[in-house]
Nanobody, 124 residues
Framework: QVRLVESGGGLVQAGGSLRLACVVS????????MGWFRQAPGKEREFVAT????????EYRDSVKGRFTITRDNAQNTVFLQMDSLKPEDTAVYYC?????????????????WGQGTQVTVSS
């Protein structure tokens, strides 16, 4: 059974940092792309960052480039999202996701498994 558990969310002031982590169980981590998505109240879930199976290729949405960094540790079955210089518009529930097919799609529908989400709130 595949399970994703996120942690690391919280309340932070603008300009601050948070580090999200997502532990994946079920034996599929090392063979899958990983992604972080977010959903703000009243908005659709959106792509934030993806990393391929070996960690050698990453993609980011434009608004987080230079501020967020996605990494993975295949020995620990964990993917991380380091978020620096946070802004109030980064406030959302953040979800990690697993994509078992080749590639790292920015489309929500392309991902197979999801975590329960962790709240990130950035105050101005």
């Amino acid at each position: 059974q595949v399970r994703l558990v996120e942690s690391g969310g919280g309340l932070v002031q603008a300009g601050g940092s948070l580090r999200l982590a997502c532990v994946v169980s079920g034996g599929i981590f090392s063979g899958s792309a990983m992604g972080w998505f977010r959903q703000a109240p009243g908005k659709e879930r959106e792509f934030v960052a993806t990393v391929n199976r070996n960690g050698g290729r990453t993609e980011y949405r434009d608004s987080v480039k230079g501020r967020f960094t996605i990494t993975r540790d295949n020995a620990q079955n964990t993917v991380f999202l380091q978020m620096d210089s946070l802004k109030p518009e980064d406030t959302a529930v953040y979800y990690c996701a697993v994509q078992t097919a080749l590639g790292e799609s920015p489309d929500v529908s392309g991902w197979d498994y999801w975590g329960q989400g962790t709240q990130v709130t950035v105050s101005s």
